[in-house]
């Protein structure tokens, strides 16, 4: 008896020569549909499903393969006499392998204006359902679903030395397979049904690269990125130059970018262990970066900066004259990575600066567990600030209070930030108190602070932090509000004359 394979495939590429290659080892071609057409057109020997089961593709080819003969072919365990009695008394021919890829779910969703009814006609039954049949008897039926392992199986078979190894690891890449297309439509549906936190939850990625190591040499990582990932994100970025990005540099161009789409001016920003060492907007990007740089000239030194306009002839001389590990932007001009790539190790990428998906989720690992939020998309207006003191902010203290808080939100709590002049100029991050935070921001700044603003990410638990503020020059604050002790750093500001205003909105970041 010929041995058989089933072909049903939405990706085509290469299913010509796959299958060539096998009419040449001997196996008879069972098909379906477009594949089969195609598969003929090419002169391909191959039968249609309906021969085998004995019974047409029906509902617009919704049934084609969920047929006895089909299922019966493909699970039916060889070294079981029980098995291959029943396979004989019932007419059915062992299929030997399976060769299927499905419907083109994502590629649907990722479609302008698509309809509902096209996504839904796009979810693949009679694919998975044969995937895994054939997955689950993996000893003897071999399973494949991807075309890059065609050139791998056909020489596998030319010299006999398809083990069982290999046949269960194709199985378990059609497991991941079918788990990566289950999860992107359950998540389409609980879009569509508006289901926030359902019962169970299920998340798919898929591999960008492996890295060198983690977050230290001793720790192995690889980078993956959400399938449909739409707007800014360094998992869609395009790398220009320089060489691959490590596990740290991906966290910390990833802080930069989520900073950078704070701000719509032209902004630079420059960051170091995922905090902002340098905030500046100003009318170009080539100012923008200076003021920037200017705000932490030692900070940022290895460091990452991302722009959200194209990086020109003489923005890219001053980031060539320190040493970044990496530039983010929309774009680089020709005459900028002329510059830029004489340095052979700095990372050039372009990353699309469109808006991001604020109704995403944030997911955290915990050990044995998942912590799942909404995105940080809080963001205050001027109209919805409220004053709290008796001196109101002028128009250049409210604008950089504004600055200040875009900023501040992006610092690791408790989380300090000091800015003049759209320009941050002392920042203090990840302190076990406001007070420290405060101290460290105010030290930073050195006699830069007089006459700048102060941010706080949350409230001020007690008045200490507005007396440092205050012998530092500070004359404006923004903060949440809502201590039980808010009155204390109210009466402190109006001994100061400082304006407060308050944002009803806490940023902490931990």
Not at 442 to 451: L, M, R, S
Request: hydrophobic share 40%; aromatic share 6%; with cysteine.
């Amino acid at each position: 008896m010929k041995k058989r394979a089933l072909i049903s495939v939405s990706d085509k590429q290469h299913i010509v020569e796959f299958a060539q290659g096998l009419v040449a080892l001997d196996y008879e071609i069972v098909s379906t549909g477009g594949t089969l057409r195609v598969l003929q057109d090419a002169g391909v020997p191959a039968i249609a499903i309906d021969q085998v089961t004995g019974f047409p593709e029906i509902l617009d080819g919704r049934v084609k393969t969920l047929h006895p003969f089909v299922h019966g072919g493909l699970l039916a365990k060889r070294s079981n006499p029980e098995h291959q009695k029943q396979m004989e008394d019932n007419n059915i021919e062992p299929i030997d392998i399976v060769v299927v890829n499905l419907y083109p779910f994502k590629q649907t969703l990722e479609k302008d204006n698509v309809s509902k009814e096209e996504i839904i006609e796009n979810i693949d039954i009679g694919g998975p359902t044969m995937l895994r049949s054939a997955a689950k008897n993996f000893a003897d039926v071999m399973v494949v679903v991807d075309p890059e392992d065609y050139g791998t199986i056909l020489e596998g078979l030319t010299t006999n030395t398809v083990d069982l190894e290999y046949r269960q690891q194709l199985a378990a890449k059609v497991f991941r397979h079918t788990a990566n297309y289950d999860a992107m439509i359950a998540n389409y549906f609980a879009v569509e049904t508006k289901e926030k936190f359902p019962e169970t939850y299920t998340v798919t990625y898929e591999k960008v690269q492996s890295l060198r190591y983690g977050e230290n040499p001793h720790q192995e990582a690889a980078f993956y990125k959400s399938p449909l990932q739409r707007g800014m994100s360094l998992a869609t970025a395009k790398q220009l130059h320089g060489k691959e990005l490590s596990y740290n540099n991906i966290q910390d161009a990833n802080a930069a970018l989520e900073i950078l789409a704070e701000y719509d001016e032209p902004t630079a920003v420059a960051v170091k262990h995922m905090n902002p060492c340098g905030i500046g907007v100003a009318e170009t990007i080539s100012d923008a970066f200076q003021i920037a740089f200017d705000a932490d000239p030692i900070s940022i030194f290895g460091g990452i900066v991302a722009l959200n306009d194209e990086v020109d002839s003489p923005t890219a001389e001053k980031l060539s004259d320190i040493f970044l590990e990496i530039v983010l932007a929309p774009s680089f001009s020709e005459k900028a990575l002329e510059i830029l790539t004489r340095k052979k190790n700095i990372r050039l990428l372009t990353v699309e600066m469109t808006a991001k998906d604020e109704a995403s989720y944030k997911l955290t690992t915990v050990d044995g567990g998942l912590l799942i939020q909404s995105r940080d998309g809080g963001r205050v207006s001027a109209d919805e600030l409220s004053v709290v003191t008796k001196r109101a902010p002028s128009d250049k203290e409210l604008e950089d209070l504004l600055f200040a808080w875009k900023a501040v939100k992006h610092v690791k709590s408790n989380a300090i930030v000091l800015a003049k002049n759209n320009q941050t100029i002392g920042i203090g991050a990840g302190q076990m108190n406001r007070v420290g935070a405060a101290k460290i921001a105010i030290e930073q700044a050195g006699n830069h602070a007089n006459e700048s603003v102060m941010a706080s990410d949350a409230f001020f638990p007690m008045p200490d932090t507005v007396e440092e503020a205050a012998k530092a020059g500070v004359t404006a604050i923004i903060q949440p509000g809502g201590s039980k002790r808010d009155q204390d750093s109210i009466e402190a500001c109006d001994k100061y004359g400082i304006t407060m205003v308050f944002t009803g909105m806490r940023h902490f970041k931990h």
